[in-house]
């Protein structure tokens, strides 16, 4: 089921996709220019079409030249790990061991690859930024490449983060401190006051951020010019976890918080 939530009326609406079951840990969700979700559940990828209620697909192979043995299964398993959009609206599509991202286009036909790297599960997220597309291929490291996003391209840029998120033509790195990267691989330190930490970030297309710390509750809006627009600490509740940041049109933050295991989409309000 694929759930929506209108900002401005506060609706809620509801859509069956068929042709898969959701699965928490391996499952991904990217939305692109156009307003169309799409879905990777396992070796699929799903298109959901609002304006004619359907919906497409793809599967990709099992293996080639690309795919390589998961060591925690012995064998391939090129599930879709992640997806992000370029600046012409085709998808960049990340696969559990595979080294190489797959350029989708709107008629889910694969039309290139950008080579990243080998021996790597390629899972920890992926983004793009302006004219380049950025992966972490060890989450568990945070090691992650960067390259053009373009068919035919390889990876040329190597950083590490726990996450990411595209904000404009720049990229944001989480981590201890948190900081902006470059097109060559160079770490920029963000404007101040910098919070010490962050676990989770977001982007918008203007070039606006969020960041937040876990640890501390802590949450920083920075506008397009990079400058703190509004900071604030969130009261810890027992067993509260904020699993996920976003921004909307209107750079207001949004997450899905945790509490005891039950999940709700809540507006992060600096409001006193």
């Known amino acids: 089921m694929l759930y929506g939530y209108d900002v401005a009326t506060t609706g809620t609406t509801k859509v069956s996709i068929t042709g898969a079951s959701y699965d928490p840990v391996r499952d991904r969700l990217a939305v692109a220019p156009n307003g169309e979700p799409w879905i990777g559940a396992g070796s699929d990828l799903i298109v959901y079409h609002p304006s004619t209620v359907t919906q497409t697909s793809m599967t990709f192979a099992a293996s080639d030249a690309d795919v390589q043995s998961d060591p925690k299964t012995g064998k391939p398993d090129p599930w879709v790990s992640g997806i992000a959009f370029d600046a ?55 090691f992650g490449f960067g390259a053009d996003a373009k068919p035919g391209a390889q990876a040329d840029t190597k950083f590490t983060a726990p996450a990411i998120a595209a904000a404009g033509d720049k990229l944001l790195l989480a981590g201890t401190p948190p900081r902006w990267l470059d097109a060559h691989g160079a770490g920029q330190a963000l404007i101040e006051p910098a919070i010490s930490s962050a676990d989770l970030v977001a982007g918008g297309p203007d070039g606006s951020a969020v960041l937040y710390d876990n640890a501390t509750g802590q949450l920083q809006l920075r506008d397009k010019d990079g400058k703190v627009s509004a900071q604030g600490a969130f009261r810890y509740v027992a067993d509260q976890h904020i699993a996920s ?24 309000d600096f409001t006193p």
């Not at 085709?90 to 696969?95: P, S």
């Not at 989708?104 to 997220?125: C, K, N, Y």
């Not at 940041?245 to 992060?268: F, H």
């Open 88 to 142: 012409n609206g085709e998808a960049l599509v990340a696969r559990n061991w595979v080294k190489s991202l797959a350029v989708v286009d709107a008629s889910l036909h694969v039309t290139g690859r950008i080579d990243v790297s080998d021996g790597h599960s390629m899972t920890g997220g992926i983004a793009v930024a302006g004219s380049r597309v950025y992966v972490i291929a060890d989450p568990e490291s945070g």
């Open 245 to 268: 940041i976003a921004l909307d049109a209107k750079d207001r933050a949004w997450a899905v918080k945790s509490v005891n295991g039950d999940y709700s989409l809540v507006r992060l």
